[in-house]
C-alpha cells in the first residue's frame, strides 16, 4: 500500500494537466496499472528516473502543497521511497515504461496474490457469467445488472454472477480503488467483447 500511495501521489504531482486524459488505474488479475499523461523533463529516461535524480516536479505548486501537508516527505525521493516499500513488503519492484507523453507503472502481483487461470474460450465460461456478459451494457451498477437479469437476491447474485465475472477478466469496475462506492458501476472488458461476440444471438437473455 505504502508503494501504490507514491505512486498515485507521482502521478497527481507529474500529471500535464493540460491533456484532458486523466490518470488512470486498472486492475487486472495478475498485475496493476497506472497510466500518467506528462512528459519526463528533457534528456530525461526511465533509467535516470530510477536513480538518484534532483526534483523537477512538473507542478511545482501541487508539489509544494503536498509537501506542506505532509504527503511528500522530500522532493526528487518520490521513486526510491517507491522502491524501498516494494522491497520492506518483499512484492516486485514496479516496472516504469516511458512512452510519448505518458509514464507506464506497473505492479506484478505475488502468485499467491493472482487470480487463478481464467477461461479463455465460450464452452469453458459459467453459464452465469455468459448471462451477465449478455446483459451488460455499458457502465451498470450492481442494482442494475441484477435488474437486468431478473434476480431478486443480492448475495446470490455476487456469488454466482459478479464475482467469477470479476475474477475471470470478463467484468471491471468503473472505481476499481474503492470497490464498495455507491457510485461503483461495472463494465465489460476487450476479453468480454471478444466473448460476446461469438455468442449465439439469443432473443432476450
Not at 506497473?106 to 479463455?120: D, G, I
Not at 431478486?152 to 468503473?174: C, N, W
Request: net charge neutral.
Amino acid at each position: 500500500m505504502p508503494a501504490l500511495r507514491e505512486a498515485v501521489l507521482n502521478a497527481v504531482v507529474h500529471k500535464d494537466y493540460t491533456i484532458g486524459a486523466t490518470i488512470q488505474i486498472s486492475v487486472y488479475p495478475d498485475k496493476l496499472l497506472i497510466w500518467n499523461p506528462g512528459e519526463l523533463p528533457p534528456n530525461w529516461t526511465v533509467e535516470k528516473l530510477l536513480s538518484k535524480h534532483a526534483s523537477i516536479p512538473f507542478n511545482p505548486d501541487v508539489a509544494s502543497v503536498f509537501f506542506r501537508a505532509g504527503m511528500i516527505e522530500s522532493w526528487g525521493r518520490g521513486i526510491e521511497r517507491l522502491l524501498e516499500a516494494c522491497q520492506e513488503a518483499h512484492t516486485p519492484a514496479p516496472e516504469l515504461r516511458y512512452e510519448h507523453t505518458a509514464l507506464w507503472v506497473e505492479f506484478r502481483f505475488l502468485p499467491e496474490h493472482t487470480v487463478s487461470a481464467t477461461p479463455k474460450v465460450t464452452g469453458e465460461v459459467t453459464g452465469e457469467v455468459e448471462r451477465l456478459v449478455r446483459v451488460l451494457e455499458g457502465p451498470m451498477s450492481r442494482v442494475q445488472i441484477q435488474q437486468a437479469l431478473g434476480l431478486r437476491h443480492e448475495d446470490h447474485f455476487r456469488a454466482k454472477y459478479l464475482i467469477p465475472a470479476l475474477q475471470s477478466g470478463f467484468v471491471e469496475m468503473t472505481i476499481p480503488d474503492r470497490p464498495k462506492s455507491s457510485r461503483q458501476q461495472y463494465r465489460l472488458t476487450a476479453k468480454a467483447e471478444a466473448l460476446r461476440a461469438k455468442l449465439p444471438k439469443e432473443k432476450g437473455v
